[in-house]
Nanobody, 117 residues
Framework: QVQVVESGGGLVQTGGSLRLSCESY????????MGWYRQAPGKQRELVAE???????NYKDFAEGRFTISRDNAKNTVLLQMDSLKIEDSATYYC???????????WGQGILVTVSS
């Protein structure tokens, strides 16, 4: 049974930091592209950052320079370090694992991040 479980969300003030963690079970983690997405109320889900099996990273413009994605294949874990948080970063953050773009995607349940002034 495949499980993707996010943790580390919560409430933080503007300018603060949070680190999100995502553990995956039941997949060959090291072979998967792992990504973080987010969805704010009334908006579409959007990519935040992703990291390939080989460690290559891709960030959306709003995340570049503030967020860092990393993976630990030995622990089946992908991290998202978020610094200099802004109010507009408030959203539910989702972790996704996918072998390639045409394969089935495995999603976590999401975790809430709230940035307050």
């Amino acid at each position: 049974q495949v499980q993707v479980v996010e943790s580390g969300g919560g409430l933080v003030q503007t300018g603060g930091s949070l680190r999100l963690s995502c553990e995956s079970y039941g997949i060959v983690f090291s072979a998967h592209i792992m990504g973080w997405y987010r969805q704010a109320p009334g908006k579409q889900r959007e990519l935040v950052a992703e990291i390939t099996a080989g460690g290559r990273t891709n960030y959306k413009d709003f995340a570049e320079g503030r967020f860092t994605i990393s993976r630990d294949n030995a622990k089946n874990t992908v991290l998202l370090q978020m610094d200099s948080l802004k109010i507009e970063d408030s959203a539910t953050y989702y972790c996704k694992g996918q072998r390639h773009n045409f394969a089935r995607a495995w999603w976590g349940q999401g975790i809430l991040v709230t940035v307050s002034s």
